[in-house]
């Protein structure tokens, strides 16, 4: 079964925004009256380029102050010096992050909460009694190694197209753009994990579905869930990741 691409949020302001057009309210709505039910399933094809989907939703705009959603990946792939170009090429799989997959602000707190800002914190020091790293969580991008983004960038481009179809509950393993044996560097935790390598050395990435009861999401190197998938771009295939509870992608298939 492929999954709709619309979240029980987006279906929900679907029906209000169609009561408030209306002019009715879910008290009007006639409950007796009966009708022929349609089934219909969500046309996945976006029509434009992984970068136009990338473009129309990340600069704000008079006809679009709201919707950037991909801002802060956009922010990123400029720091890091990545071609939007490398969007438009054909065969691929892209893995987008919302906004909530790079950092979420708590604005009561004033600070990163959660997201890859907060999951691969600076590393601003070591305690001299453990050895262990002192961390802060990033507020920016350029408060990390650019190599490092870049990096971490490419690894999100995948070679290949990979969609539900595509997919089963065991690992597909594919590869993506990241050059084999890069190597984070201390400047954040990444350059901590994956027994100090930070990247995949191979530069591979595992797909798999999970069964479970929220539409069956894609999951990455069995940790993070998708937040919306299987978008069908002219050039590829589009999965959006940064859901709650999972935000961050770790550009790495070994255990934690």
């Given at each position: 079964?492929?999954?709709?691409?619309?979240?029980?949020?987006?279906?929900?302001?679907?029906?209000?925004?169609?009561?408030?057009?209306?002019?009715?309210?879910?008290?009007?709505?006639?409950?007796?009256?009966?009708?022929?039910?349609?089934?219909?399933?969500?046309?996945?094809?976006?029509?434009?380029?992984?970068?136009?989907?990338?473009?129309?939703?990340?600069?704000?705009?008079?006809?679009?102050?709201?919707?950037?959603?991909?801002?802060?990946?956009?922010?990123?792939?400029?720091?890091?010096?990545?071609?939007?170009?490398?969007?438009?090429?054909?065969?691929?799989?892209?893995?987008?992050?919302?906004?909530?997959?790079?950092?979420?602000?708590?604005?009561?707190?004033?600070?990163?909460?959660?997201?890859?800002?907060?999951?691969?914190?600076?590393?601003t020091g070591e305690d001299p009694e453990t050895g262990q790293p002192i961390t802060r969580p990033a507020t920016m991008w350029e408060d990390y190694d650019k190599e490092d983004v870049k990096n971490y960038f490419l690894y999100l481009i995948v070679q290949g197209t990979y969609n539900f179809e595509d997919l089963t509950i065991t690992n597909t393993t594919a590869q993506t753009l990241l050059p084999s044996g890069a190597i984070a560097t201390k400047k954040s935790l990444l350059g901590y994990m994956n027994e100090g390598k930070g990247f995949?050395?191979?530069?591979?990435?595992?797909?798999?579905?999970?069964?479970?009861?929220?539409?069956?999401?894609?999951?990455?190197?069995?940790?993070?869930?998708?937040?919306?998938?299987?978008?069908?771009?002219?050039?590829?295939?589009?999965?959006?990741?940064?859901?709650?509870?999972?935000?961050?992608?770790?550009?790495?298939?070994?255990?934690?």
């Open positions: 079964m492929k999954k709709l691409i619309m979240t029980k949020s987006a279906a929900y302001a679907c029906l209000f925004t169609l009561m408030t057009l209306s002019g009715c309210s879910m008290f009007d709505l006639d409950l007796q009256k009966n009708y022929d039910y349609e089934h219909q399933t969500l046309d996945p094809h976006i029509n434009i380029s992984a970068r136009q989907f990338l473009e129309s939703r990340s600069y704000e705009t008079q006809n679009n102050p709201s919707d950037t959603v991909f801002k802060w990946m956009r922010k990123g792939l400029e720091y890091a010096g990545i071609s939007l170009e490398e969007f438009e090429k054909p065969g691929r799989t892209f893995i987008f992050l919302h906004n909530e997959g790079i950092r979420v602000w708590d604005a009561k707190k004033n600070k990163v909460t959660a997201g890859l800002f907060f999951d691969f914190p600076i590393v995949d050395q191979e530069g591979k990435m595992n797909f798999k579905i999970v069964n479970n009861n929220d539409l069956a999401p894609i999951q990455i190197n069995d940790k993070t869930n998708d937040r919306s998938g299987g978008y069908i771009a002219t050039n590829g295939i589009v999965h959006v990741f940064g859901a709650k509870g999972a935000y961050t992608v770790y550009p790495f298939r070994a255990p934690l």
